[in-house]
């Protein structure tokens, strides 16, 4: 696909999870067992005026879904999150972290944080809205701009949904999360993942920021040329970025090509004539209609053919107006893909006479006590064909494809927080936090190389996994640092895919390489000691080493097995001479791994085979 050739335009949205306290209460910032949310209570919330008078677009759209919140709590959250407190202080910590952030990104930052309230009303804050600060402007990185990095609060966390109800825990609600949001400098999908891996490179160097799934998420916002820009929210891999943008592409080409077959039709807008179609399927054997009612049809004008699918019919319009139909809770069919669904032919031409239906007009369906809503809403989304791609939200899914939301909220959802006082930024507490910068990634990387002798897959590996503290530390007390880079990349990844405890694994890392150092047994024996120590947590050294058999043994001892399997493998050796080192080693190894270093053996071997050569030759 040329993306160039498509105007492709991408943005990124990266929400960082801070390791220190809630934002503006004193609450720890770890999620609980559901179990232990003890208490709850609910809510509903509803939109309200922007300091301008106007009202959010989305938040209207989330209004009209009708939901009740129930809201649970335990040890993690406190009357703040329940909105039945003032929010107390901005948290210092998270401030510094913004400010140092903003610092590598070299951004400008503002001279006064001043907090504002977005509205959201989906649930996800008991408040109805979401505080956020400006911290920085106009920064960059590799060559994309970087326009704004914020400071804000996360929201609740979702664990459940029934008919009308969503429930939320409010552990997660109020942790601090910095968001960084580029401009829309990025021009293909696999640049968009590269920039999103540098980004995240970046906060883990700063050490101060979480770490495991949930606590970073990517948003895209994306276009094209005749397209709309939309934003994809709730990306987790990284992996998944290009696959997500590339069908946002794609749906947003069938979008186009619906829009220009319906100007070569000359369709135009039209009002929604719903009817009620229930005497027409009287008889039918369709389930879904025999059960549900009222029985609603509405014509779209000129639309036949358009709703299963133009160029890319994964992304038909049938579907993005079945997905608006699913926001208000209902569901459609339409003509495209009937007869089916038990619906025959002859119902369907006798619905099309119904409707007035011409050759090119296509229709919608829907049943049940959320039809009337369901049907409305569809018939104003096929409306939006008419002009291309709408501007909204989206949800990223699974398979790489995304679900619509609501629409792309505008200005009026900000408004002034009035309960938390402007912070000034002084220079002082910026020049302190200058000369605690940390090291960046591709430096690190650089540094690592020529000061540990790592190749750059290495380095960069163990940077990337975030791993590269744990291994300088080693390397410094113990030193083996290739032993140690392959403990950290292989074997712990080994260890992980057959269920051990890794972190039990490192916890013990100093007490193995201390073993190693003092020659207790040799380095082929670590990867059963790590393996058994993650197994029996609390296990000594002593215990391991005998468990695992593996304590070493003098040099002596080894030389004599060494000379006993020479002896029983007489004829090798003098069928292949100093060839035979290779085979014989594996054999030896099988006894001694473990227990003596493999350079050890292979040395002690060699000696003898070339006494055994020089003796047979005289």
Do not use: W
């Not at 139909?325 to 089916?340: C, F, T, V, W």
């Not at 096929?382 to 398979?399: F, H, I, S, T």
């Amino acid at each position: 696909m040329d993306y160039e050739k498509l105007g492709f335009k991408a943005g990124l949205e990266i929400h960082q999870q801070l390791a220190t306290h809630k934002l503006f209460c004193n609450c720890e910032s770890e999620l609980e067992e559901n179990e232990k949310l003890r208490f709850a209570f609910s809510r509903r919330l509803r939109p309200v005026q922007s300091e301008q008078g106007d009202v959010d677009r989305a938040a209207i759209e989330e209004a009209r879904r009708g939901k009740k919140f129930l809201y649970y709590a335990g040890e993690n959250a406190c009357l703040v999150e329940a909105d039945e407190e003032p929010p107390h202080s901005a948290n210092e910590d998270a401030i510094d972290a913004a400010i140092m952030v903003s610092l590598l990104l070299n951004a400008d930052l503002v001279d006064e944080i001043h907090f504002m309230r977005k509205i959201v009303i989906d649930g996800s804050n008991t408040t109805g809205f979401q505080r956020t600060a400006l911290i920085a402007l106009n920064g960059s990185i590799d060559g994309i701009g970087i326009e704004t990095i914020c400071l804000e609060e996360d929201a609740a966390r979702k664990i459940g949904e029934e008919r009308n109800e969503i429930k939320y825990a409010l552990d997660r609600l109020g942790i601090p999360l910095i968001e960084i949001a580029t401009a829309p400098d990025i021009k293909s999908p696999k640049q968009a993942m590269e920039i999103a891996l540098k980004i995240g490179m970046l906060l883990r160097a700063m050490k101060r920021v979480k770490r495991g799934i949930g606590t970073i998420r990517q948003d895209l916002n994306v276009s094209i040329r005749e397209g709309a820009r939309v934003e994809i929210k709730g990306v987790q891999e990284l992996n998944d970025i290009p696959k997500i943008l590339e069908n946002e592409v794609k749906r947003q080409i069938e979008l186009i090509e619906v829009a220009k077959e319906l100007k070569r039709r000359k369709a135009k807008e039209f009002k929604e004539e719903i009817k009620n179609v229930e005497s027409i399927f009287e008889k039918t054997k369709s389930k879904f209609l025999q059960k549900n009612k009222p029985i609603l049809a509405c014509r779209l004008p000129k639309f036949k053919g358009l709703l299963g699918g133009v160029k890319y019919k994964e992304h038909r319009l049938g579907k993005e107006l079945a997905m608006y139909a699913k926001s208000r809770g209902g569901g459609i069919m339409h003509s495209d893909e009937l007869p089916n669904y038990g619906i025959s032919i002859d119902e369907v031409k006798e619905l099309r006479k119904f409707l007035n239906c011409g050759n090119e007009d296509a229709f919608i369906i829907s049943a049940g006590k959320n039809a009337m809503e369901a049907i409305k809403i569809a018939a104003e989304r096929a409306k939006m064909a008419l002009k291309g791609v709408p501007e909204e939200v989206r949800k990223a899914m699974p398979d790489g494809s995304s679900s619509y939301m609501r629409p792309l909220p505008g200005a009026a959802r900000m408004y002034p927080e009035t309960d938390v006082p402007p912070i000034k930024v002084d220079k002082g507490r910026v020049a302190k936090i200058k000369a605690m910068l940390p090291e960046m990634p591709d430096e690190k990387i650089k540094r690592m190389i020529g000061q540990y002798g790592l190749s750059r897959e290495e380095a960069r590996q163990l940077v990337y996994s975030g791993r590269d503290e744990l291994f300088e530390e080693m390397a410094r007390k113990h030193g083996h640092e290739k032993v140690v880079a392959r403990i950290l990349l292989n074997v712990l990844s080994e260890m992980e895919k057959e269920g051990y405890d890794v972190n039990e694994a490192m916890a013990r890392l100093d007490d193995v390489m201390h073993g190693l150092e003092k020659k207790m047994y040799a380095k082929e024996a670590i990867d059963a000691l790590l393996r058994y120590l993650a197994a029996n947590k609390g296990a000594s050294m002593e215990e391991a080493i005998e468990k695992c058999g593996i304590r070493a043994m003098s040099e002596e001892e080894i030389k004599r097995i060494i000379k006993k399997i020479v002896k029983e493998k007489a004829n090798l050796i003098e069928e292949r001479k100093e060839k035979a080192i290779s085979p014989l080693m594996g054999i030896i190894m099988k006894e001694l791994r473990g227990k003596a270093d493999g350079a050890l053996i292979n040395k002690l071997l060699t000696e003898e085979i070339k006494r055994i050569l020089k003796t047979h030759e005289k």
